[in-house]
C-alpha cells in the first residue's frame, strides 16, 4: 500500500494550500487517516486525522485554519489549510493506521510558508 500524497507548495503568509492523499489500493479496517507534520529541527506531530465513524481531530495549532476532510472508506483525505503563518512551515506526511495498529505513510510533501 502507498500514500499519494500532493498539494504542497510555497505560498505566502495568510494564503491558502489545499493537501490530498489517496491510498494506491483500497485498505479496509482503517482505524484513521490524517496528516502529520515535521518542521525543520522537530519532530513529527499530528495536524489532523478523521476516525472511522467521522470525527475528526485536530492540532490545536490549527484549529480554526484548517479544515480536515475525507472518507475513510475510499481511503483518501483532503487538509485544506488557509490563513498559513512561517510557523506551518514543514514537510506534511499522509498517514493511515488499521485497527491493528499498523502505519502507513506518504512520502511527504513540503509546504513552505513565507513571511
Known amino acids: 500500500v502507498q500514500l499519494q500524497a500532493s498539494g504542497g507548495g510555497l505560498v505566502q503568509a495568510g494564503g491558502s494550500l489545499t493537501l490530498s492523499c489517496a491510498s494506491s489500493r483500497s485498505t479496509s479496517g482503517l482505524n484513521a487517516m490524517g496528516w502529520y507534520r515535521q518542521g525543520p529541527g522537530k519532530q513529527r506531530n499530528l495536524v489532523a486525522r478523521?476516525?472511522?465513524?467521522?470525527?475528526?481531530e485536530y492540532a490545536d495549532s490549527v484549529k480554526g485554519r484548517f479544515t480536515m476532510s475525507g472518507d475513510i472508506a475510499k481511503n483518501t483525505v483532503t487538509l485544506q489549510m488557509s490563513s498559513l503563518k512561517p510557523e506551518d512551515t514543514a514537510v506534511y506526511y499522509c498517514n493511515m493506521v488499521t485497527n491493528r495498529g499498523i502505519n502507513y505513510w506518504g512520502q511527504g510533501t513540503l509546504v513552505t510558508v513565507s513571511s
Open positions: 478523521i476516525f472511522n465513524g467521522g470525527y475528526i
